[in-house]
């Protein structure tokens, strides 16, 4: 059984229903659902003395660099065995169901890697600007950092995320439908800085940054947003970036699709048109039903999703309950977030708490009392241009079934009597 409790073809709905039922059991026995409180000792409870109240602890040193504690050992990134042809040319996800506020972790930020990752050497490490400037330049990593920094706190989200969900109801947990999303504050230096020290041609029209990794990944990204908020991004959260996220340098695209996030960043040209390489044609373009490609989707649609509950995080008791979840748009901020528990029916405003960055991720709760009634629960967010999240079925009537990318579906989960959460769709 792959680590999802869920396995590729099972589209329909009762084809679903029975496959989350036959995991059900075996959920916390592979570490995708929080430990039972059940576990719990008596003994280290008051009116006792807990353990932890009678000894000295570990000393100072003994973790030279933090992590977390061990009984949150659950709390990773996780693959879909199905979607893991090769480690080097593949993805795994956030745990979005065990993370609160907007800020991802820097070692739970989901990965994408088409070649593995690239192990750069910062002292080795060169960015070539090149193409229709004044004076091609190479920057060493301090070169670019004297040049004046920033601090953002923007999303990531892979294109790709939710796409397995196109065609009906299929992963079982937030982390995996949701999961290529990740958020977390950047510093870096505006591009711009490095383009105007180049000196623009005035032709220039397009960029085209490039990896530094083995599949030298390219996009064709318009001058005017390379202009306006594109940054060059040498750490997150208050750290160097993570190798994982393209050490020591990657771009940083404000509300457009992941792929365009060059890591690893060696080389940057400016040209007079768009390149077409394969990450923007035969991949990360939109098959429509007649067989036809949308040509670069590049921002991404306002989209949210409950992440408690969800498949991994039951409802555990009856009565007071906080459900919470994510929403975001690549077009600016969320003005407001909807909850449904009935499946469509009614629908209230949930508590948006927390900055509201934007481009970043917002965090809402709706508070409720649960009476064990089963029940299907949805998001939509509207952001700042007051576009309302769709249904996947209004998603389908303009894009077919053909798709991969850009699904920012409303997603439903089916909260059954004894708690238990599993992923459907309804029409
Ligand atoms: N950059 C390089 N050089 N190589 C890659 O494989 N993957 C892209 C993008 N940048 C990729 C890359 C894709 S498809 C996505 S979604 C994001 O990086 C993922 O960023 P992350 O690994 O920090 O989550
Ligand atoms: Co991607």
């Known amino acids: 059984m792959s680590e999802t409790g869920s396995s590729k073809g099972r589209t329909t709905r009762r084809g679903f229903l029975t496959g989350a039922a036959a995991v059900g059991g075996s959920l916390a026995a592979t570490g995708l659902v929080r430990p039972a409180m059940a576990e719990s000792d008596p003994e280290n409870q008051p009116p006792n003395v807990a353990d932890w109240s ?90 670019i950092k004297r040049f004046p920094r920033t601090n953002k706190v923007y999303f990531l989200e892979c294109a790709a995320n939710s796409g397995m969900e196109w065609r009906g109801a299929q992963l079982n947990g937030c982390q995996f439908t949701h999961g290529m999303i990740h958020c977390v504050m950047y510093t870096g230096v505006p591009l711009k800085h490095i383009l105007e020290e180049a000196g623009l041609k005035t032709n220039a029209k397009w960029i085209m940054p490039e990896g530094g990794d083995a599949s030298g990944m390219n996009r064709s990204i318009p001058l005017e947003k390379a202009l306006d908020d594109c940054m060059l991004a040498f750490a997150m959260n208050g750290e160097a970036l993570r190798p994982e996220q393209g050490y020591p340098l990657r771009l940083v695209v404000p509300g457009w699709e992941g792929n365009m996030w060059v890591k690893w960043l060696r080389r940057i040209e400016v040209g007079d048109e768009p390149w077409h390489a394969r990450e923007e044609t035969s991949k990360y373009t939109d098959l429509m039903e007649d067989g036809r490609a949308r040509r670069f989707t590049w921002a991404m ?123 459907v769709e309804i029409s």
């Not at 042809?85 to 907007?102: C, Q, Y």
Request: glycine fraction near 8%.
């Open 301 to 423: 649609d306002c989209k949210s999703v409950v992440t408690n509950p969800s498949p991994q995080a039951p409802l555990l008791h009856k009565g007071r309950n906080v459900l919470s979840g994510l929403a975001w748009s690549g077009r600016g901020t969320v003005d407001r977030v909807d909850i449904t528990l009935d499946g469509g029916k009614n629908w209230r405003h949930a508590r948006i708490d927390g900055p509201s960055f934007d481009k970043s991720v917002h965090r809402f709760y709706y508070e409720f009392d649960w009476n064990g009634e089963p029940l299907l629960v949805q998001s939509r967010a509207i952001d700042s241009t007051g576009y309302l999240q769709p249904t996947k079925n209004e998603l389908r009537a303009v894009r077919g079934t053909n798709s991969i990318y850009h699904n920012n579906g409303i997603q439903t989960w089916h909260v059954r009597e004894n708690g238990e959460v599993e992923n």
């Open 54 to 143: 009678k000894y000295l602890g570990e000393g100072v040193d003994a973790r030279p660099y933090g992590t977390p504690s061990e009984y949150e050992s659950h709390v990773v990134r996780r693959n879909v065995a199905w979607l893991t042809a090769s480690p080097e040319s593949s993805v795994n996800f956030t745990p979005l169901h065990e993370l609160d506020g907007i800020i991802t972790p820097n070692g739970l930020c989901f990965e994408r890697h088409h070649s593995g990752i690239a192990e750069v050497v910062p002292s080795d490490f060169r960015l070539m600007i090149n193409g229709l400037v004044d004076k091609p330049l190479i920057f060493t990593m301090e070169d």
